[in-house]
């Protein structure tokens, strides 16, 4: 069983295009979530999806931001117009569960943005 | 507001050193809490989990203490190895968020051969 995939692992962008994120959960996970990690600090949360639907999307810049968990394929964070201070580390996790006490979440190796 | 605050931000320690990190959080509400471990530019591994009821978990030579009341963790290690140097988070889940882990900045443990 694979565990949380996300790729690219490493993602250069210039001021202004765009980057895309991908995720793909674990084998029988509904349940997505990103968080972003800026150097020297820890994770911050930023949206939680299930499949078709943004269940919080509190953490997440209103601006240039957007997440989609679509039926098929991979969860999908997408940054436009990108800016030095969105260079960090995204981070993916999966849960089989939701809505209870116990409910682990199992995290992918990161794609680390680089903006110049 | 949780805060998860992590003492020291850096240690360095030689081989064979039982160790401890530590980790507080400012309210008790908490369901459970976790370490993670964070190898440079790779990403997360979890080591231990606590729930709110629990006092200890142990794994190997990592045992994990959680005292809610205080607002306090801490991560022991025992006879440390230059292969448990990376940064070690720590994570709680509040009790009125099913999801939300709200993390520390984490302890970078370098150990000396």
């Known amino acids: 069983n694979a565990g949380v995939m996300q790729n690219p692992r490493h993602l250069v962008r210039r001021r202004g295009q765009e980057a895309r994120l991908r995720c793909s959960p674990m084998k029988g996970h509904s349940h997505v979530y990103w968080y972003r990690q800026l150097p020297e600090e820890g994770l911050k949360f930023m949206v939680y999806l299930q499949k078709e639907n943004i269940i919080d999307e509190s953490g997440m810049p209103k601006e240039r931001f957007s997440a989609e968990f679509p039926k098929e394929g991979p969860s999908i964070l997408r940054i436009q117009q990108v800016v030095r201070g969105d260079s960090a580390a995204y981070f993916c996790a999966s849960s089989q569960l939701a809505g209870v006490a116990y409910n682990e979440q199992f995290f992918g190796p990161g794609t680390r943005l680089t903006v110049l | 507001k949780q805060e998860v605050t992590q003492i020291p931000a850096a240690l360095s320690v030689p081989e064979g050193e039982n160790l401890v990190l530590n980790c507080s959080f400012t309210?008790?509400?908490?369901?459970?809490l976790q370490w993670f471990r964070q190898d440079p530019g790779k990403g997360l591994t979890s080591l231990l989990l606590i729930q709110s009821s629990q006092r200890e978990q142990t794994s190997g030579r990592l045992n994990a203490s959680l005292d809610k009341s205080s607002g306090r963790s801490t991560l022991y290690i025992a006879a440390s190895q230059p292969g448990d140097s990376a940064t070690y988070l720590c994570a709680v889940r509040p009790e009125d968020s099913n999801y939300q882990l709200i993390w520390g900045a984490g302890t970078k443990l370098i150990i000396k051969p």
């Open positions: 309210d008790s509400a908490i369901y459970n």
